[in-house]
């Protein structure tokens, strides 16, 4: 496995969901593949990728059978209530599938985290805040930034406000 997962990892924050890192070669890609991982959303750009990852673990995923999505983001950036959104339906669209999902930034901290949180308060009805706390109980290195804690708050509010169908 990569020294990068090795360090930074991932972990299983609720059942079927997993969070954390930037997989950054075909080692850690058989590494999620092995923990059920079918479905991958990706918050990284790709100038977060050393130079070859990005094609290497594409073509991992396709030899593992793993579905990505891409929602990228700017590291340590803001998380608007439409991409938190985006994010929630797709990770429950997968979930409903029965499909056991990843979702990562690049250090796994951060913007994974914060959307792991949202997909766990749209799941199980909890504030965001509560969602948060559980993710990092179950990863420990999980710490949204003060301004993405803000933002999950608004997405929150927002989504309230429109009466979304829940996940």
Do not use: K
Not at 66 to 84: F, K
Not at 114 to 139: I, K, L, M
Not at 158 to 164: E, H, M, T
């Amino acid at each position: 496995m990569s020294e990068w997962f090795v360090t930074r990892g991932a972990h299983e924050v609720a059942p079927g969901l997993w969070q954390g890192a930037l997989p950054a070669d075909a080692d850690d890609v058989r590494w999620l593949a092995g923990r059920g991982v079918g479905r991958v959303l990706n918050l990284c750009q790709d100038l977060e990728y050393e130079p070859g990852e990005r094609d290497a673990v594409t073509a991992a995923y396709a030899a593992a059978g793993i579905d990505e999505a891409r929602l990228p983001s700017l590291d340590h950036g803001g998380l608007l209530p439409g991409l938190l959104e985006r994010a929630v339906q797709q990770m429950a669209a997968w979930r409903a599938q029965g499909a056991v999902a990843y979702v990562h930034c690049l250090a796994g901290q951060e913007r994974s985290a914060a959307v792991a949180a949202a997909v766990v308060a749209a799941q199980d009805g909890c504030s965001p805040r509560e969602a948060v706390e559980r993710v990092r109980r179950a990863r420990r290195s999980a710490r949204p930034l003060p301004h993405q804690l803000a933002d999950l708050d608004r997405w929150w509010a927002a989504r309230a406000a429109s009466g979304p169908a829940r996940p």
